[in-house]
């Protein structure tokens, strides 16, 4: 149950831009964690553990990861996101790594998807390596515009019980 789940990671020039969603708990947050690692590894000259590797040369890795607010300076949750987002939308390059984990969740459904949709299409114009984790089932719809991107999914399945109504969610942590 504890053991480590190894997943596949893809991405090219051709296809840059990888949406990947799944239920919470299912491993998106780590799986970005797991590629952000790799990268530092690989340009340190270091041991990377996977079987096999072919990982670029990247100018800036760049991450927007967790929720949490700057009660110091008086920052908001949704602000905090925002001048994180457009720092590294003003910053990162065709030559960038851009991992961002849930952007939009500071705010409402509507405005969460329509700050996602708007980030997605500006980093699919600078063609960043882009690994965009969602909630938002909007944001898969990219792939059916645009033949860079790519859609994949953390499994899960839910296992009914032998007593009762009662189900129990099995994650898979596959890619």
């Known amino acids: 149950e504890g053991d480590f789940v190894p997943n596949d990671c893809y ?3 051709l296809q840059n831009f990888t949406v990947i969603t799944g239920i919470n708990g299912s491993g998106k947050t780590t799986y970005l964690k797991q590629i952000a690692f ?3 590894l690989a340009h340190c000259g270091s041991y990377v553990p996977a079987e096999e590797a072919l990982l670029p040369i990247r100018d800036l890795l ?3 990861i967790g929720t949490a607010d700057d009660q110091e300076h008086n920052i908001s949750t949704f602000l905090l996101e925002m001048k994180e987002t457009a720092f590294i939308c003003n910053s990162t390059t065709e030559k960038s790594l851009f ?3 849930e952007l939009g969740r500071a705010t409402s459904n509507e405005d969460g998807v329509a700050i996602a949709w708007s980030v997605s299409e500006y980093l699919l114009v600078k063609r960043s390596m882009t690994f965009f984790v969602t909630h938002y089932p909007q944001i898969a719809k990219l792939a059916e515009i645009y033949p860079n991107v790519q859609n994949q999914h953390l499994g899960s399945h839910i296992a009914q019980a032998s007593h009762g109504n009662e189900s129990n969610i099995s994650y898979t942590h596959k890619i």
């Open 38 to 40: 790799f990268f530092i």
């Open 11 to 13: 991405s090219s020039a």
């Open 62 to 64: 760049m991450t927007r």
């Open 99 to 101: 991992l961002l984990d």
